[in-house]
Every structure is written in C-alpha cells, then in structure tokens.
T-cell receptor, first 108, second 115 residues
C-alpha cells in the first residue's frame, strides 16, 4: 500500500540554521512526490513538486529512490518558514496520500 | 479569481445524525476532492468528483457520499454519524486537464464535532 511517513511531528531550529524535514514513502512504481505547507491562519497550499526540480522560498527536495525519501531542505531558516509541512505522493489523477505532517518552528 | 469556499465552517452534531457539507470550487476548476483530517493527522482522501461522477474513492464506508453539480460545486454527505467522524473536512479543487501535477487548491475546511 502507498504510504508516506514523516517521522518528526515537531521540529524546532534557530533562525539562520539549516532545516531538513524528513519524508519517506512506500510506493510500487515511479512515485511523484510533493510538499504542501500550511502557514498560520492560511489554507493548505502546494510548496513544491519533485518533477519541477525547483527551489521555492529557498526550499529544495530531492527524490532518492534508493532510500525512498523526499526530504525537504533549506540552508538558512527564516522566521516566516514556521508552518505545518506535509509530504504527499500522488495516487492516480490528482489523488494525494499525505504524511502526518511536521510542525516547523523557527526560533529567533 | 475566486478560491475554494466551504460551508459551514463549524458544526456540532450528535451520533446517528446526518450532515451535509458544501464546497464551491475555484473558478474554472472541474474536479473536486474531499479529504478528512483528524486531529494531529494529515488529510486522508475520501473521494473525488469529475463531471458529476465519482472518480475514485478512498477507504471510507458507503455512509460517506457526495455529489457534484453542473457548476462544479460539491456536497459531502455523511449518514449515521459516529464519534470518530469528528474531524476537519477539506475540499480541494483542480483542473482535470492538468493531469498528475498534484496541485490541489484547498478550502479552509469544515470542522465537524460529533457528540
């Protein structure tokens, strides 16, 4: 069965420090993975997708098929990065399987 | 451009009752998906509607049902409510022609409490 695991429910780092939010998946086939973010008092929104290979708000994520991981990274955390982050994979057309989420807190 | 809107934002029901949640999709979007998000969990796929037909369903019992209307708005109905149905129900819209881009546009959700 397709599954997404985010091992850390909470992650706290200081401003300017590197950030890595972990995501592991189980999927038979070629997965397509995404990171969604929910800032305080805002709705859930797409942050980035692995096929785009882009950096959004300084975040990048590399798909590692050998380790079945899709960790989200940012070299220098900013206070506005504090949010809830969800890793997800797509199962069929526009149907997402989400992880449990990681609450990231950036301390000043 | 109008985003996804959901109503009501909060509601309280008792066990055994029935509930209807409503969703207006983002302008131009023809596909609507519903997700259940229990406290401390990620959203879980309930079902998806495209052209007024159910287009995929997650692991939810038949008492969870839905509709999509010609204007692409949608309803989620839950019969015989159980305590475990207490959750945030999220509606998300997308364009079917965007294939597997994975970009869903979410509403703010309807928080259901079952007592």
């Amino acid at each position: 069965a397709q599954r997404v695991t985010q091992p850390e429910k909470l992650l706290s780092v200081f401003k300017g420090a590197p950030v890595e939010l972990k995501c592991n998946y189980s999927y038979s086939g070629s997965p397509e993975l995404f990171w969604y973010v929910q800032y305080s008092r805002q709705r859930l929104q797409l942050l980035l997708r692995h096929i785009s290979r882009e950096s959004i708000k300084g975040f990048t994520a590399d798909l590692n098929k050998g380790e079945t991981s899709f960790h989200l990274k940012k070299p220098f955390a900013q206070e506005e990065d504090s949010a809830m982050y969800y890793c997800a994979l797509i199962q069929g057309a526009q149907k997402l399987v989400f992880g449990q989420g990681t609450r990231l807190t950036i301390n000043p | 451009e109008t985003g996804v809107t959901q109503s009501p934002t909060h509601l309280i029901k008792t066990r055994g009752q029935q509930v209807t949640l409503r969703c207006s999709s983002q302008s131009g979007h023809n596909t609507v998906s519903w997700y259940q998000q229990a406290l401390g969990q990620g959203p879980q796929f309930i079902f998806q509607y495209y052209r007024e037909e159910e287009n995929g369903r997650g692991n939810f019992p038949p008492r969870f049902s839905g509709l999509q209307f010609p204007n692409y708005s949608s309803e989620l109905n839950v019969n015989a409510l159980e305590l475990d149905d207490s959750a945030l129900y999220l509606c998300a819209s997308s364009l079917s022609t965007s294939g597997n881009t994975g970009e869903l546009f979410f509403g703010e959700g309807s928080r259901l409490t079952v007592l």
